[in-house]
């Protein structure tokens, strides 16, 4: 079955405490994305990733880390988590084109994040 | 600013009749549209999309249109059914190659009573 998977799905933590959440995705696909979901903001994309050792920044990138060492995995990680990270995160991927990427994303189910 | 608009948090809907989403958008250089549907606990899955070439998209029981003109599309679900039930979000994009980004709306929650 083509999915895309996130763990773990539900997390509190503390503040500062460094944590990653894993994202793989067993669709072949070339491009990956991390977005965040906050009441009243909407989806807003943190990092993605064009292929593997290749990354870049979204819109809210502060504050994250990402790494792209095999093309089926696509970790976020948090460093120095604060409370403003408090989020629903969902994991994205698609197929890369030379027009740019496939919008007719995957998701995967979502990570509720709580930081104390 | 928001650049994608859902104006309508909510809406209900009678089981087999048509439902009707909004979304108005302020950049005229947005050329691709498209709609997702997410349920609780689960991700965004995507629903139909149009290009900004075409004026209308068909998909089994769902129809997008677009007015560029007025910079607004609509989703229609006909007829709508309780398993439609679920958040939906209007996204844009624009930009050109690998420098496209996507800008979502808030999403409208629909409820499709039997």
């Known amino acids: 079955e083509a999915q895309v998977t996130q763990n773990p799905r539900y997390l509190i933590t503390v503040t500062g405490k460094k944590l990653t959440v894993t994202c793989s995705q067993n669709m072949n696909h070339e491009y990956m994305s991390w977005y965040r979901q906050d009441p009243g903001l909407g989806l807003r994309q943190i990092y993605y990733?064009?292929?593997?050792?290749?990354?870049d920044k979204g819109d809210v990138p502060e504050g994250y880390k990402v790494s792209r060492k095999e093309k089926r995995n696509f970790p976020l990680i948090l460093e120095s988590p604060s409370p403003n990270q408090t989020s629903l995160y969902f994991c994205?991927?698609?197929?890369?084109?030379?027009?740019?990427?496939?919008?007719?994303?995957?998701f995967g189910p979502g990570t509720r994040l709580t930081v104390t | 600013d928001q650049q994608v608009k859902q104006n309508s948090p909510s809406l209900s809907v009678q089981e087999g009749r048509i439902s009707i989403l909004n979304c108005d958008y302020t950049?005229?250089?947005?050329?691709?549209f498209l709609w997702y549907k997410k349920y609780p606990a689960e991700g965004p899955t995507f629903l139909i999309s149009i290009s900004s070439i075409k004026d209308k998209n068909e998909d089994g029981r769902f129809t997008v249109f677009l007015n560029k003109s007025a910079k607004h599309l609509s989703l229609h679900i006909v007829p709508s059914q309780p398993g439609d039930s679920a958040v939906y979000f209007c996204?844009?994009?624009?930009?050109?190659?690998?420098?496209?980004?996507?800008?979502w709306g808030l999403g409208t929650s629909l409820a499709v009573n039997p």
């Open positions: 990733s064009m292929n593997v050792e290749v990354t």
């Open positions: 996204a844009a994009s624009e930009g050109a190659g690998n420098n496209r980004k996507l800008i």
């Open positions: 950049n005229s250089m947005f050329d691709y």
């Open positions: 994205a991927s698609s197929f890369q084109t030379p027009g740019g990427p496939y919008y007719e994303q995957y």
